[in-house]
T-cell receptor, first 118, second 110 residues
Framework: NAGVMQNPRHLVRRRGQEARLRCSPM?????VYWYRQLPEEGLKFMVY????????ESGMPKERFSAEFPKEGPSILRIQQVVRGDSAAYFC????????????????FGPGTRLTVL | EDKVVQSPLSLVVHEGDTVTLNCSYE??????LLWYKQEKKAPTFLFML????IEKKSGRLSSILDKKELFSILNITATQTGDSAIYLC??????????FGAGTRLFVKA
């Protein structure tokens, strides 16, 4: 059973470009979280999604950031017109569904995408 | 504002020592507390705690939660160099949000 997959692992963008980060949850998981980790800081919650539905986006910056989790395909975190301050590691996590026998609070993390904005 | 505070921020010990990592929290709607270990990549799940006073144990690691005093501790006995990592504490709220502390950076010297 493959774990949470993220790609790309490293992404370099120039200021003003768009960044697209992808996350495929663990098999059987239908809920995805996105986090941002700045150097020497903890993980900051950004958004919680289930397929075709944003559940909680209270941690998302109001502008330039958006997330989706379509019925088919990976979850995507999109950052438009990137700025240097967007440089960080972006982690995705997925959680088991209700009735799986495992707590839905348990989150399994992907390896992260390290975004560098030049 | 919801917050999770971990202490110490960093810790250096020798192999064989026992360490205790602390996590205190203030959240409006507590649901569960989770501990993770982060080495160079993704955090890996260690424990989830929901009830006060019940110790969770896995090998040399153990953890307990005190919901009255709003804190948790993670103990590691007989530390090994492979325990060197950042240990993250997180609180899941009833509104789906998960708040992470800044982490404790543990370094175990051989």
């Amino acid at each position: 059973n493959a774990g949470v997959m993220q790609n790309p692992r490293h992404l370099v963008r120039r200021r003003g470009q768009e960044a697209r980060l992808r996350c495929s949850p663990m098999k059987g998981h239908s809920h995805v979280y996105w986090y941002r980790q700045l150097p020497e800081e903890g993980l900051k919650f950004m958004v919680y999604l289930q397929k075709e539905n944003i559940i909680d986006e209270s941690g998302m910056p109001k502008e330039r950031f958006s997330a989706e989790f379509p019925k088919e395909g990976p979850s995507i975190l999109r950052i438009q017109q990137v700025v240097r301050g967007d440089s960080a590691a972006y982690f995705c996590a997925s959680s088991p569904p209700v009735g799986s026998g495992e707590s839905t609070d348990t989150q399994y993390f992907g390896p992260g995408t390290r975004l560098t904005v030049l | 504002e919801d917050k999770v505070v971990q202490s110490p921020l960093s810790l250096v010990v020798h192999e064989g020592d026992t360490v205790t990592l602390n996590c205190s929290y203030e959240v409006t709607n507590f649901r569960s507390l989770l501990w993770y270990k982060q080495e160079k990549k993704a955090p890996t799940f260690l424990f989830m705690l929901t009830s006060s006073g019940i110790e969770k144990k896995s090998g040399r690691l153990s953890s307990i939660l005190d919901k009255k005093e709003l804190f948790s501790i993670l103990n590691i006995t007989a530390t090994q160099t492979g325990d060197s990592a950042i240990y993250l504490c997180a609180v899941r709220t009833g509104g789906f949000k998960t708040i992470f502390g800044a982490g404790t950076r543990l370094f175990v010297k051989a």
